[in-house]
């Protein structure tokens, strides 16, 4: 066996250990919480753009939709108000 190999190597097999522990928890996140299968799908998913800036338009278009719903309870009252007048 080659001097490096982790049956040799103590401290080698046990990061060897824990690196593959991190790749398994890194594919259940891709499978389970971000629903793809590896990195290629995802990437497709994404549509070439990083997590950060699809979290900005989606605080984009939460900040816009809370701007509609004011804008319509703003008009939904004026109209309350003209009928009633």
Same mark, same amino acid.
């Given at each position: 066996?080659?001097?490096?190999?982790?049956?040799?190597?103590?401290?080698?097999?046990?990061?060897?250990?824990?690196?593959?522990?991190?790749?398994?928890?890194?594919?259940?996140?891709?499978?389970?919480?971000?629903?793809?299968? =590896?990195?290629?799908?995802?990437?497709?998913?994404?549509?070439?753009?990083?997590? =950060?800036?699809?979290?900005?338009?989606?605080? =984009?278009?939460?900040?816009?939709?809370?701007?509609?719903?004011?804008?319509?309870?703003?008009?939904?009252?004026?109209?309350?108000?003209?009928?009633?007048?």
């Amino acid at each position: 066996m080659a001097p490096n190999s982790t049956s040799n190597n103590p401290n080698l097999a046990t990061k060897y250990a824990e690196i593959q522990q991190i790749n398994q928890t890194l594919v259940s996140f891709l499978k389970h919480e971000l629903g793809g299968q =590896d990195l290629k799908e995802l990437r497709t998913k994404l549509n070439g753009k990083t997590l =950060d800036e699809i979290l900005e338009e989606n605080e =984009d278009y939460e900040t816009s939709l809370d701007e509609l719903k004011r804008k319509k309870g703003e008009l939904e009252a004026e109209i309350i108000s003209l009928t009633n007048a």
